[in-house]
């Protein structure tokens, strides 16, 4: 059971380029989310997904998209990278909105 | 590993005392808090929660107190050990109207001396 991961761990991209960041999670859970972690910042919100085929817009989602065919997976697309997207990306997902999330590992990104 | 949070305030406790980490949280109407311990290079790790009609829960070697008529929030770990040295960061979430999200403080670093 490995509950959520995410690939790749590392990635260093140039500006304009584009790339998918990928999360599976094998817990069953409909309540998928994406953040990316600043230093000295909370989490903050990119996109949500409360099951297959429904997404919506957090608190940052600007210059990212995201789908959810399934209810394993939940890529995040970053179409044109820009040195603002450098940050730490995690996903995590939850049973509902009353139960705690559980986190991946991150992906640590760097755009130059 | 990498280091979250380069600018936290940071907690140090001799190794075998208790550590109290504080989070104030920000609407009155949040209704699930939540503790998460932070490692290096890794994800959040739950650690223990609480609904807003408890004002105290407690789990292995830790316990989460609610005072919602000041909105704090603090996790007590009892007797800390080198394991637990991490940033601690607590989540609340603020409606009960469907909207999932989570509103994460930014965290404080414990340091465990040995």
């Known amino acids: 059971n490995a509950g959520v991961t995410q690939t790749p761990k590392f990635r260093i991209l140039k500006i304009g380029q584009s790339m998918t960041l990928q999360c599976t999670q094998d817990m069953n859970h409909n309540y998928m989310y994406w953040y990316r972690q600043d230093p000295g910042m909370g989490l903050k919100l990119i996109y949500y997904s409360v099951g297959a085929g429904i997404t919506d817009k957090g608190e940052v989602p600007n210059g990212y998209n995201v789908s959810r065919s399934t209810t394993e997976d939940f890529p995040l697309r970053l179409e044109l990278a820009a040195p603002s997207q450098t940050s730490v990306y995690f996903c995590?997902?939850?049973?509902?909105?009353?139960?705690?999330?559980?986190f991946g590992d991150g992906t640590r990104l760097s755009i130059l | 590993g990498e280091s979250v949070g380069l600018h936290l305030p940071t907690l140090s406790v001799q190794e075998g005392d208790n550590s109290i980490i504080n989070c104030a949280y920000s609407n009155s109407a949040s209704d699930y808090f939540i503790w998460y311990k932070q490692e290096s290079g890794k994800g959040p790790q739950f650690i223990i929660d609480i609904r807003s009609n408890m004002d105290k829960r407690q789990g292995q070697r830790v316990t989460v107190l609610l005072n919602k008529t000041v909105k704090h929030l603090s996790l007590q770990i009892a007797a800390t050990q080198p394991g637990d040295s991490a940033v601690y960061f607590c989540?609340?979430?603020?409606?009960?109207?469907?909207?999932?999200?989570?509103?994460f403080g930014t965290g404080t670093r414990l340091k465990v001396l040995a």
């Open positions: 989540a609340e979430t603020p409606d009960t109207s469907g909207t999932y999200k989570y509103i």
């Open positions: 995590a997902t939850a049973q509902n909105s009353n139960q705690p999330q559980h």
